[in-house]
T-cell receptor, first 114, second 116 residues
Framework: KNQVEQSPQSLIILEGKNCTLQCNYTVSPFSNLRWYKQDTGRGPVSLTI?????NTKSNGRYTATLDADTKQSSLHITASQLSDSASYIC?????????????FGTGTKLQVIP | GAGVSQSPRYKVAKRGQDVALRCDPISGHVSLFWYQQALGQGPEFLTY????????KSGLPSDRFFAERPEGSVSTLKIQRTQQEDSAVYLC??????????????FGPGTRLTVT
């Protein structure tokens, strides 16, 4: 069964600190992996997308890594800000039935405190 | 507008009532998806449209759930005889391409359905 697991489930950090969120997946055949940020009461917004051949991708203070061999990804947030408080969802795309589908992880709820 | 919009934003229904949730995708987006998101969980796929064609409805939890996109733009998700377990946020997303994961899905704000 295609699954995406994230850890930790929740995280509290002080403003200005760094943190790393983890994503493990069993999705096959793998197409690409996205990290989404979901603010409370809003829809998810894409932060990064990584294909099989990409190891690292950055978007401002967000850096995502991908190890396709171990099927692991991480999202590193540098110099956290209060506005980073949100859920971060790992989403993996795979081919099925002639088109591509996505499987969402359960998310990591990040709280940045002053 | 520039983004995906959904209405209503909040809906409270008594058990057994029918509800209809609307999604206005970004103009010109071919693909449209519906997801169900339970509290504290990631979104779960419900159904997918390519233009007006419903190509995948494998995620619909029961025959009480029905979705349509008759003209290939606006979509409606209908839930008949609502049950308490239907309480969730229903997210709609659209993308420019043909359901390729390389095309970003743009999400609406969701409709929070509470069944009492």
């Amino acid at each position: 069964k295609n699954q995406v697991e994230q850890s930790p489930q929740s995280l509290i950090i002080l403003e200005g600190k760094n943190c790393t969120l983890q994503c493990n997946y069993t999705v096959s055949p793998f197409s690409n992996l996205r990290w989404y940020k979901q603010d409370t009461g809003r829809g998810p917004v894409s932060l990064t997308i990584m294909t099989f051949s990409e190891n690292t991708k950055s978007n401002g203070r967000y850096t995502a890594t991908l190890d396709a061999d171990t099927k692991q990804s991480s999202l590193h947030i540098t110099a956290s800000q209060l506005s980073d408080s949100a859920s971060y969802i790992c989403v993996v795309s795979f081919s099925s039935g002639g088109y591509q589908k996505v499987t969402f992880g359960t998310g990591t709820k990040l709280q940045v405190i002053p | 507008g520039a983004g995906v919009s959904q209405s209503p934003r909040y809906k409270v229904a008594k058990r057994g009532q029918d509800v209809a949730l609307r999604c206005d995708p970004i103009s010109g987006h071919v693909s449209l998806f519906w997801y169900q998101q339970a509290l504290g969980q990631g979104p779960e796929f419900l159904t997918y449209f390519q233009n007006e064609a419903q190509l995948d409805k494998s995620g619909l939890p029961s025959d009480r759930f029905f979705a349509e996109r008759p003209e290939g733009s606006v979509s409606t998700l209908k839930i008949q005889r609502t049950q308490q377990e239907d309480s969730a946020v229903y997210l709609c997303a659209s993308s420019l391409g043909l359901a390729s994961g390389l095309y970003e899905q743009y999400f609406g704000p969701g409709t929070r359905l509470t069944v009492t």
